[in-house]
Nanobody, 125 residues
Framework: VQLQASGGGLVQAGGSLRLSCAAS????????MGWFRQAPGKEREFVAT????????GYADSVKGRFTISRDNAKNTLYLQMNSLKPEDTAVYYC???????????????????WGQGTQVTVSS
């Protein structure tokens, strides 16, 4: 069971990036998935979450209106579209799966049973 995050990189403030998270070994189509991030010297924090069906989403206040989470269950892939990036968005971004079977969203890390390896996002000013 593996989640593979990709799409990170270096971008100027105001730019955009799209992160992807591909699942292998099992399907997460019946579970909520999420994105979290961790900046140097800080704790891991919630970014966005999406219900198994994709109909319901949730965002941290710091990214609301700039980031969009989505999923393609047929491809077993999770996405995070990040627009209007700011230097404070710089962090390692992690995808997570396995929360809230067939219902709900979650911003709580311990509810997720599987984590990806992380992808670095650096936003320059």
């Amino acid at each position: 069971v593996q989640l593979q995050a990709s799409g990170g990189g270096l971008v100027q403030a105001g730019g955009s990036l799209r992160l992807s998270c591909a699942a292998s070994g099992r399907t997460f189509s019946n579970y909520a998935m999420g994105w979290f991030r961790q900046a140097p010297g800080k704790e891991r924090e919630f970014v966005a979450t999406i219900e198994w069906s994709g109909r319901r989403t949730g965002y941290a206040d710091s990214v609301k209106g700039r980031f969009t989470i989505s999923r393609d269950n047929a491809k077993n892939t999770l996405y995070l579209q990040m627009n209007s990036l700011k230097p404070e968005d710089t962090a390692v971004y992690y995808c997570a799966g396995g929360a809230r079977y067939l219902g709900g969203i979650s911003s709580t890390p311990y509810e997720y049973g599987t984590w990806g390896q992380g992808t670095q996002v650096t936003v320059s000013s």
